[in-house]
């Protein structure tokens, strides 16, 4: 079946540094992948959306890129401050076709500690 | 700020109660979701609706049901409450967008806990 896998549950970084998070997929071919943001007890934050024929997309000091071969995104924030620390989830629609409902990755939490 | 709502935001009820969490948004999103999520634990799809009068189960099997009969409204109902029912139920709605469904804005959840 088809899965949606965050490989990191936690991560741990120092201020300043370049958070790297891993995406991967298995079983199928999303048209799109999309980062959220989720605080503890709040809803997920849309951050950034990447298609299958974008190799990487940019936002502030975000960003993201999307390999085909490798069935994997990779999600950077750079200049990391303590206000990055959260969850952030990697989200697919949930079939090959572009038009579905989005299913979430377990999400890695990051912590920027100063 | 997302135009997306949800009461109540905390419920603590009694095993076997019937209960309705409502959502609503004043973006005119066609698509509206509801999913569920434990503590520490990933978000999962349970109910979607693409439009009034349409709705589908997500890919969590869930005792709930919703409905839509206006746009801007898809409550989620639970007939019998059961301890099993307790997490946090988030609600979503995004635009259509071509071949692709565009980003989610969520609600603020509704935390059940079922005694």
């Known amino acids: 079946s088809q899965k949606i896998e965050q490989n990191s549950e936690a991560l741990n970084i120092q201020e300043g540094k370049t958070a790297t998070l891993t995406c991967n997929y298995t079983?199928?071919?999303?048209?799109?992948l999309q980062w959220y943001r989720q605080d503890p007890g709040r809803g997920p934050v849309f951050l950034l959306l990447?298609?299958?024929?974008?190799k990487e997309k940019r936002k502030e000091r975000l960003k993201v890129t999307f390999d085909t071969t490798l069935k994997q995104s990779l999600f950077h924030i750079t200049a990391s401050q303590p206000a990055d620390s959260a969850t952030y989830l990697c989200?697919?629609?949930?079939?090959?076709?572009?038009?579905?409902?989005?299913?979430f990755g377990k999400g890695t939490r990051l912590s920027v500690i100063a | 700020e997302a135009d997306i709502y949800q009461t109540p935001r905390y419920l603590v009820i009694g095993t076997g109660k019937k209960i309705t969490l409502e959502c609503s948004q004043t973006?005119?999103?066609?698509?509206m979701y509801w999913y569920q999520q434990d503590p520490g634990m990933e978000l999962h799809l349970i109910h979607y609706?693409?439009?009034?009068?349409?709705?589908e189960k997500g890919d969590l099997s869930s005792e709930s049901t919703v409905s839509r009969i206006r746009t801007e409204h898809f409550p989620l109902t639970l007939e019998s409450a059961r301890p099993s029912h307790t997490s946090q139920y988030l609600c979503?709605?995004?635009?259509?967008?071509?071949?692709?469904?565009?980003?989610?804005?969520f609600g603020e959840g509704s935390r059940l806990t079922v005694l």
């Open positions: 979503a709605s995004s635009e259509a967008r071509g071949g692709y469904t565009g980003e989610l804005f």
């Open positions: 079983n199928y071919s999303p048209a799109y």
């Open positions: 990447i298609r299958e024929n974008e």
């Open positions: 989200v697919s629609p949930w079939r090959d076709s572009g038009n579905t409902p989005l299913v």
């Open positions: 973006m005119g999103h066609d698509k």
């Open positions: 609706s693409y439009g009034v009068n349409s709705t």
